[in-house]
């Protein structure tokens, strides 16, 4: 993309792409450094990337787990009522619906590096709002400005680690901006045990403060400079992220190819999505997000602490840590997999799975209800609910969990990828406020009604990667994409 005025709209976002101009240095004087000094080895370089990216997904996680520990203790302090406290546990996922519509802009135009510094902002604000709130408007304004941000970091990690990893390791860097989320959960959820809600709120500031810093350090994605038409940047960064001794011109060919390709089509009419390359990886992508809400995961890991009282749980808070432990435990399994099982078969066995461990826990509360509290069989399905959920939890993060958004960041063309990824993630946050919404209103309604709904979810979740969902493990993003022509 060489025309004038993609020159003009490079100039403009020069401030947000050289802040990482160290990398520019290292590279024209790589030849003269000792190997100690320079890093060589790609898998290095790009896990270092990875892991300072993975700040938000970790502030993205902490966001989601802090409702769980503090429900009581907010509502109680500042006297919320059930629906009070849904509302502040949802407003989130209303915030992040903005945040998405504006993340696949904002990304294409400032770069990937530019989104995440915005997103990092409104997120250290809502926690510091929520950390001093004394009425349930400061709680509100807080939530909102969190999720705006969490919105944007949601869409953007998964985009920037599909694009800068080399494809024999991308679904399991891809999985760690999942990793990183349950990360977040886990540390909410234990943090929770020790400190009071206001505490809480100001140690949710971290990772945004410790990212803004850390994003100096790292090469903005190579694809994204391609697209700019900023050559030389894109393959400094691209020879950064492969290794300075690295011969890396079959990439540069495959790449500029495709943006060259991409450029021809670079405005799309609304009749044209009705070409399969585009409605299919649109429906794929979209299908997979929002199934993914509506199996009720956000409603369990939310109000983890609601549902094990409801099981009968002495020390709801000590068994949601444990939840939050086993979703890590998963998620880890999951980065190990995704490039050696491949992202399909995960799926599969993730959804069935989910499907089975609701199923227990639905039939489990029916049964509880039918008989007498404190009976030897109350108890025994009191233990066999509370083994379904974390169980149902483990499941989701085996595939559904972290898979999702590996494939919406791999199958999206790359003329459309802004504004169908911010579609994709927008449905993704409307299902989840959905669902957060109703989570807890719908357990005080009836339990076992509750996890029958997202059982019949999870079964057609399965039946929709059978039919519709392609492999994409060890195909380069541009093998992907083409083959959806």
């Not at 406290?85 to 696949?104: D, E, P, Q, T």
């Not at 700019?228 to 940047?233: C, F, K, S």
């Amino acid at each position: 993309m060489s025309s004038h005025s993609d020159t003009e709209a490079g100039d403009l976002r020069k401030p947000f792409l050289h802040t990482g101009s160290w990398y520019r240095m290292g590279s024209r004087q790589s030849s003269m450094m000792g190997s100690s000094q320079v890093i060589r080895d790609s898998s290095i370089s790009v896990l270092a990337c990875v892991l300072i990216v993975a700040l938000g997904p970790i502030q993205f996680g902490f966001t989601c787990g802090y409702s769980s520990p503090t429900q009581s203790a907010i509502t109680k302090d500042l006297g919320l009522s059930v629906s009070e406290y849904s509302w502040f546990g949802s407003l989130s996922n209303v915030g992040a619906m903005v945040g998405a519509i504006a993340s696949g802009q904002i990304s294409e135009y400032i770069g990937r590096k530019g989104s995440l510094m915005i997103a990092a902002i409104p997120n250290i604000i809502g926690w510091l709002a929520i950390s001093f709130a004394r009425d349930v408007s400061f709680l509100y304004m807080g939530r909102l400005l969190e999720g705006f941000g969490v919105g944007i970091i949601s869409y953007v990690v998964p985009v920037y680690i599909a694009e800068i990893a080399p494809q024999t390791m991308r679904g399991a860097l891809g999985s760690v901006n999942q990793l990183s989320v349950t990360i977040g959960i886990m540390l909410a959820y234990l943090l929770g045990l020790f400190v009071q809600w206001r505490v809480l709120a100001v140690l949710g500031i971290l990772p945004c403060t410790i990212l803004i810093p850390g994003l100096f350090f790292i090469p903005e994605s190579p694809r994204w400079l391609a697209k700019m038409g900023l050559m030389e940047d894109f393959e400094v960064s691209l020879q950064v992220l492969r290794g300075f001794d690295t011969d890396i011109s079959i990439e540069v060919n495959e790449i500029k190819r495709s943006v060259a390709s991409s450029s021809k089509r670079s405005t799309i009419r609304f009749a044209q999505l009705k070409q399969r390359r585009y409605w299919l990886p649109l429906m794929i992508g979209n299908g997979l997000l929002i199934l993914q809400q509506l199996s009720g995961i956000n409603g369990v890991l939310f109000y983890s602490s609601t549902i094990f009282q409801e099981a009968g749980v002495t020390s709801s808070n000590a068994a949601a840590v444990g939840l939050g432990a086993i979703q890590v435990l998963a998620t880890i399994v999951t980065t190990w997999l995704a490039d050696k099982a491949g992202r399909r078969i995960l799926l599969i066995v993730s959804s069935a799975g989910m499907t089975f461990c609701l199923l227990v826990v639905s039939v489990s509360f029916y049964l509880k209800d039918a008989v007498s509290d404190g009976s030897t069989w109350y108890n025994v399905f009191s233990i066999l609910s509370v083994v379904g959920v974390v169980a149902m939890v483990a499941a989701f993060s085996l595939g559904v969990g972290a898979i999702p958004w590996i494939i919406m960041s791999e199958i999206l063309p790359i003329n459309i990828k802004g504004l169908a990824g911010s579609v994709a993630t927008l449905a993704n946050w409307l299902t989840a406020w959905v669902v957060t919404m109703t989570a807890n209103l719908l357990l005080t309604w009836n339990s076992g009604g509750t996890f029958t709904i997202y059982t019949v979810v999870c079964a057609l979740t399965v039946a929709f990667v059978v039919i519709w969902v392609p492999e994409t493990k060890g195909r380069t993003l541009e093998e992907i994409q083409s083959s959806f022509r």
